[in-house]
Structures are given as structure tokens and as C-alpha cells.
């Protein structure tokens, strides 16, 4: 028996979906990248694949891809101060967590996964902001090792002036 799509009934579908395993074939299936959700702490099992049929693709994935992608966005505009900066947020509430991120390829990484990480747990800003990096040599080649904390606070708008 020849496989089919379940999109559209096609003899010859020779990709299988993800989460319904049905065949499916490559016209039909819908597809995301490896580094879809890379900076989610635990990527749900349904998002893990690769390929997918459309009406799974539409009932499960896009719905997180767009949730994902809005997190991503107000976390590229989040307001973040460094430890440098005390004097500036000497009165502000901080949160009793602290978030970590260790291994990250640059700076700037380690900032947005940072950022990322208080955008989830519904905060609009980032204090006491502390990001190190360490040197590592493998022979002639050398490369860095960023690593980052954070505390993430609320701020009320009248407080952030955004320039």
C-alpha cells in the first residue's frame, strides 16, 4: 500500500508528520527550524519535530510560535540596567528570583536570554544586570564563554524614560 498525503491525497508523501504520524508530503508540510524555541528552558515534545501535517502545524505549532515570537519582541524592548547603574534603581522593588544564563555564543545573547526569561514571568525590566565573559583557548584558536545574571523587576511606565 502506497503511503498518502493526508493533506492532500497525493500518492508518494515521503515525510511523516511529528505529532500525528501520518504521512504527509513535502508540497504540504509545513516546517521550523531546529532553533525555533531556543530560548524556551523546556521545549514542549509537540515542538520538538521538524515536520508537520497543516492541520497540526495550525492546531499546535503556530499558535507557540507566535506566542514565542511576542515574547521574543517585548523582550528585545525591555528595560535593563546594570549593576553599575545602583544608583539609579536604589528604590525600585526587585523580585526574590534571579535569573542565570551561562554559555551563551556573545553579549548580546546573553542580554536577550536574560531579558527573554523576565518577559515570561510577566516583568518589564531587568536590574542589577551583571554579564561576564571568560576567555577559552584550545590551542591557537580562542573563543568566549558569556555568562549572565539577572533580577527582574516591574516598573510602572512614568519611571522608564525611553529616549
Request: glycine share 4%; with cysteine; proline share 3%.
Amino acid at each position: 500500500m502506497e503511503n498518502s498525503c493526508c493533506v492532500c491525497q497525493k500518492p508518494k508523501a515521503t515525510l511523516v508528520c511529528g505529532i500525528c504520524t501520518q504521512a504527509v508530503c513535502k508540497k504540504c508540510a509545513e516546517f521550523t527550524q531546529e532553533d525555533s524555541f531556543s530560548f524556551l528552558t523546556k521545549v514542549p515534545e509537540d515542538l520538538t519535530h521538524g515536520t508537520y501535517c497543516g492541520p497540526c502545524f495550525d492546531e499546535k505549532v503556530a499558535p507557540e510560535l507566535a506566542e514565542y515570537d511576542d515574547i521574543m519582541k517585548r523582550a528585545k524592548n525591555i528595560a535593563v540596567f546594570f549593576k553599575d547603574q545602583a544608583k539609579e534603581t536604589r528604590l525600585v522593588k526587585r523580585s526574590n528570583e534571579v535569573f542565570h544564563v551561562k554559555d551563551c555564543a556573545d553579549h548580546d545573547e546573553t542580554l536577550l536570554r536574560l531579558a527573554f526569561f523576565a518577559v515570561q514571568k510577566d516583568y518589564n525590566s531587568l536590574i542589577d544586570v551583571d554579564i561576564t565573559s571568560e576567555k577559552i583557548r584550545s590551542g591557537t584558536y580562542q573563543t568566549q564563554r558569556w555568562s549572565g545574571t539577572g533580577v527582574p523587576a516591574n516598573l510602572s511606565d512614568r519611571k522608564i524614560s525611553r529616549s
